[in-house]
T-cell receptor, first 112, second 117 residues
Framework: KAGVTQTPRYLIKTRGQQVTLSCSPI?????VSWYQQTPGQGLQFLFE???????NKGNFPGRFSGRQFSNSRSEMNVSTLELGDSALYLC???????????FGPGTRLTVL | AQSVTQPDIHITVSEGASLELRCNYS??????LFWYVQSPGQGLQLLLK??????LVQGIKGFEAEFKRSQSSFNLRKPSVHWSDAAEYFC???????????????FGKGTKLSVKP
């Protein structure tokens, strides 16, 4: 069974731009969560989607948003990029009733 | 608020030596605990998890962890470290608003493991 895939793997943007990251969960998994990983703050929860609905949200500004499609694929969007948004963005998928989250390889975003 | 503390930022051990990585959690109810490993440039791989039952949990790659409620700890151990174990290790607890097993993960800051030949 294929794992969680994230595209693109690497991205370079400039301040003020916006970016969209994509995540395809493991087949059959209906829940997708997003995390931001930085050297200073570590791993922080962004949001979780299940059945196309945001079920849980971390403490991030409104510039961070996401959505989930009917096939469970998810996208996250960051608008008006800031230097501090440079990070590894990790997507994880899970079966709804299981809290075992399977992580993708991440998208490395660099904001210049 | 729920939190996870990994006191050791960086640990170096010799190949073949035993390993123990420390993890302390702060949680009001029965915690759901995890250990993940991250190799450079990679995502997180689940090593083991504790939901309930036997407090000694076996995981992949020869790792085990012991849940000690009295000490609020969930330390990761391996009897003999291999060079391929060099990576960063994260302890995590579920943050649940409903007292159940579902919710987002709260991670510790991680412990980087280096292995000397």
């Amino acid at each position: 069974k294929a794992g969680v895939t994230q595209t693109p793997r690497y991205l370079i943007k400039t301040r003020g731009q916006q970016v969209t990251l994509s995540c395809s969960p493991i087949s059959g998994h209906r829940s997708v969560s997003w995390y931001q990983q930085t050297p200073g703050q570590g791993l922080q929860f962004l949001f979780e989607y299940f059945s196309e609905t945001q079920r849980n949200k971390g403490n991030f500004p409104g510039r961070f948003s996401g959505r989930q499609f009917s096939n469970s694929r998810s996208e996250m969007n960051v608008s008006t990029l800031e230097l501090g948004d440079s990070a590894l963005y990790l997507c994880a998928s899970s079966l709804r009733q299981s809290n075992e989250q399977f992580f993708g390889p991440g998208t490395r975003l660099t904001v210049l | 608020a729920q939190s996870v503390t990994q006191p050791d930022i960086h640990i170096t051990v010799s190949e073949g030596a035993s390993l123990e990585l420390r993890c302390n959690y702060s949680y009001g109810a029965t915690p759901y605990l995890f250990w993940y490993v991250q190799s450079p440039g990679q995502g997180l791989q689940l090593l083991l998890k504790y939901f309930s039952g036997d407090t000694l949990v076996q995981g992949i790659k020869g790792f085990e962890a012991e849940f000690k409620r009295s000490q609020s700890s969930f330390n990761l151990r391996k009897p003999s470290v291999h060079w391929s174990d060099a990576a960063e290790y994260f302890c995590a607890v579920v943050h649940s608003n409903y007292g159940g097993s579902q919710g987002n993960l709260i991670f510790g800051k991680g412990t980087k493991l280096s292995v000397k030949p």
